[in-house]
């Protein structure tokens, strides 16, 4: 339940991975994080935007970068409602005005399926919370602030392989002491098989070792066919996590690349 203000999209997976261990390896191919240069610690100052009552806060990230665009991101669950968290947004960002402005509502609500996102543009950033029932009188949800003035919005999708043809949609960087992590969500219109026979001789040729693999299943049969690989490859100082799967509905394959550099 994560809504960018640009085109990031949801972060509902594309395609069910059924064999348990393969979700559990995909979570983690997400979760590795990403070093070069910081992506929001410049020479501007980031706002501060304050917990939500009654909840507790962890930080997905404080130096991102989706699609181009520098990012920080929050997760919470809170012992308040719903209700509650947008208000207290909405009378925050109401009387955090510099110089004040009485009578003026500054933050944006707006409805979103069983969410309510709650935002403001202030400067070169905005910031959004996104918020939504976890029960009676509890909530859950996320605070991110993204830089948008200044700034180009691109998918670059280089230094992660995928097979010829196919098409990057999403790119996710991350750093965290140290590693770099670049997630690049490819769609092919090649096979499952296809593809991962591509990466089979690509990074064998390149030096890349298999690590680990799980396969899932379209059905619990033997004889099913497999509809999503997970694998894990390394080389030297250099991990390289793959996730791909077969989305049949609209007849494609797809990868989640997610290269971690130390």
Same mark, same amino acid.
């Given at each position: ?14 395609? /069910? ?17 990403? /070093? ?9 100052? %980031? ?11 962890? %930080? ?19 012992? /308040? ?9 909405? /009378?925050? %960002? ?113 030096? %890349? ?54």
């Amino acid at each position: 339940m994560f809504t960018l203000p640009f085109p990031f999209g949801s972060r509902r997976p594309l395609f /069910a991975l059924r064999a348990p261990a393969c979700l559990a390896l995909l979570a983690f191919a997400g979760s590795a994080a990403l /070093a070069q240069a910081s992506f929001t610690r410049g020479s501007t100052p %980031w706002p501060d935007i304050p917990t939500p009552p009654k909840a507790k806060v962890q %930080w997905v990230s404080d130096d991102m970068r989706v699609n181009g665009i520098p990012m920080r991101v929050q997760t919470f669950n809170s012992e /308040a409602s719903k209700e509650e968290v947008v208000a207290y947004y909405t /009378a925050y %960002w109401k009387t955090a005005q510099t110089p004040p402005q009485p009578g003026k509502t500054v933050a944006a609500v707006t409805p979103k399926g069983d969410d309510t996102l709650v935002a403001r543009a202030h400067g070169p950033f905005y910031s959004m919370v996104q918020v939504r029932s976890a029960g009676p009188g509890r909530s859950s949800g996320t605070i991110s602030t993204s830089q948008l003035l200044g700034v180009d919005p691109k998918i670059d999708s280089s230094g992660v392989p995928a097979p010829s043809g196919a098409t990057a949609v999403n790119v996710v960087e991350a750093i965290d002491n140290g590693k770099r992590n670049k997630q690049v969500l490819f769609i092919s219109r090649d096979s499952l098989d296809s593809v991962s026979g591509y990466y089979q001789r690509s990074l064998a040729r390149d030096g %890349w070792a298999l690590l680990q693999e799980q396969v899932g299943k379209s059905d619990k049969t033997d004889d099913a066919p497999t509809s999503a690989l997970v694998r894990m490859y390394g080389r030297d100082k250099q991990q390289l996590d793959l996730a791909m799967g077969v989305d049949a509905s609209n007849g494609v394959t797809v990868i989640n690349a997610n290269l971690i550099s130390y």
